[in-house]
């Protein structure tokens, strides 16, 4: 599992105190309001930084970090990810997973044997699918709704799922 998520990436800086602009990959930006710390990645090096203040903005936040006072230290980060640890990561529901803790669990069906691995979770406006590639080289589009996803666990590492009918014959 993962211990870090990528909520934002940093686009560059912003006025004359070192706020930097940030392109969220999180799907609520206001997430960043209840960040007191996150992790600036740099060279694959991830740092901690304190959170001094946050204005999201329909297209982007703008991310005012401790210690980062000019806008020629912020634009130093530019292109470079912004992080929550586990720990402070939103609290899911029951049934809400990570999509980083979903890529890479083994798919069985509902008899428990694997059919693939589920590499990517591609986000609709309906519901999320996943794309499974299957054992036998084909590639599989399944909705993740409750007809098809009968179990997940993550800790286990599998998904169980029930295919439905004239899914695998265009896939």
Known sequence: ???????????????VHGEMK??????????FKRCKQVFVEVKNNKT?????SVRVSPDRVLLKLKGIESPEEAVKFR?????????????????????????????VDENDSEIGTLV??????????????????RELLLPAIKECILDV????????VHVLDGLLDEA
């Open 153 to 160: 666990d993550v800790e286990e590492g599998f998904v169980k």
């Open 1 to 15: 599992m993962e211990d870090f998520f990528k909520i934002g990436i940093i686009t560059g800086s912003h006025g």
């Open 120 to 137: 990517d979770v591609i986000q609709t406006g309906a519901n999320d699918v996943y794309q499974i590639n299957m054992n036998d080289g």
């Open 48 to 52: 901690a930084y304190d959170v001094e």
């Open 79 to 107: 292109q470079c990810g912004i992080f929550v640890d586990r720990e402070h990561a939103v609290r899911l529901s029951k049934d809400e997973y990570f999509i980083a803790d979903l890529i890479g669990l083994k798919v």
């Open 22 to 31: 940030v392109y969220p990959t999180t799907d609520d930006p206001r997430r």
